[in-house]
T-cell receptor, first 112, second 115 residues
Framework: QKEVEQNSGPLSVPEGAIASLNCTYSDRGSQSFFWYRQYSGKSPELIMSIYSNGDKEDGRFTAQLNKASQYVSLLIRDSQPSDSATYLCAVTESGSARQLTFGSGTQLTVLP | DADVTQTPRNRITKTGKRIMLECSQTKGHDRMYWYRQDPGLGLQLIYYSFDVKDINKGEISDGYSVSRQAQAKFSLSLESAIPNQTALYFC??????????????FGPGTRLTVL
């Protein structure tokens, strides 16, 4: 069973701080990694994708990938109350179907 | 305009009833997926389809069936609903491999309650 694990939280940070979200995965053949943001009762929204080792920055978001250690992280700089949501890590399985396996999500609360 | 739509958005039904959830997309994607989400859990794959003639079971297909009526339409059926199928259901689409990457785009979801 291929697994994607995240700390469920809740994670609370003050407004303006850096929020750090972590994810580990079991499938060494995984090639594509995604972070989705999900507000309560809403659908997941893709915010970051990363495919190679290192950092990828997009605005206030930075995704970090380390395939050797099988972890991927998401940093949110200058956190805002509107960032309060559940963040889902998703990993593409190796093999021809390349399905997404999701973690259970980390609930983030940004305190004003 | 929404690229991926789902109907109904909310449904309450009784144990033993047959129910169909529908998904339509205007993204032109060939790959479509049905997921289930329970409170505090991630998304679990029910079924997926790479084209009209290619339908595959996901990790939790028991108690569900699907129909791919056209490239743009993918329906999920519960033949005899049971209370533990109460959940939030999402449809998602993805373009053909090689067209960009492996990103999936989600519909707004259907909240299903089985009494």
């Amino acid at each position: 069973q291929k697994e994607v694990e995240q700390n469920s939280g809740p994670l609370s940070v003050p407004e303006g701080a850096i929020a750090s979200l972590n994810c580990t995965y079991s499938d060494r053949g995984s090639q594509s990694f995604f972070w989705y943001r999900q507000y309560s009762g809403k659908s997941p929204e893709l915010i970051m994708s990363i495919y190679s080792n290192g950092d990828k920055e997009d605005g206030r978001f930075t995704a970090q990938l380390n395939k050797a250690s099988q972890y991927v992280s998401l940093l949110i700089r200058d956190s805002q109350p509107s960032d309060s949501a559940t963040y889902l890590c998703a990993v593409t399985e190796s093999g021809s179907a390349r399905q997404l396996t999701f973690g259970s999500g980390t609930q983030l609360t940004v305190l004003p | 305009d929404a690229d991926v739509t789902q109907t109904p958005r909310n449904r309450i039904t009784k144990t033993g009833k047959r129910i169909m959830l529908e998904c339509s997309q205007t993204k032109g994607h060939d790959r479509m997926y049905w997921y289930r989400q329970d409170p505090g859990l991630g998304l679990q794959l029910i079924y997926y389809s790479f084209d009209v003639k290619d339908i595959n079971k996901g990790e939790i297909s028991d108690g569900y069936s699907v129909s791919r009526q056209a490239q743009a339409k993918f329906s999920l059926s519960l033949e005899s609903a049971i209370p533990n199928q109460t959940a939030l259901y999402f449809c998602a689409t993805r373009g053909r491999a090689g067209e960009g990457n492996n990103e999936q785009f989600f519909g707004p979801g259907t909240r299903l309650t089985v009494l």
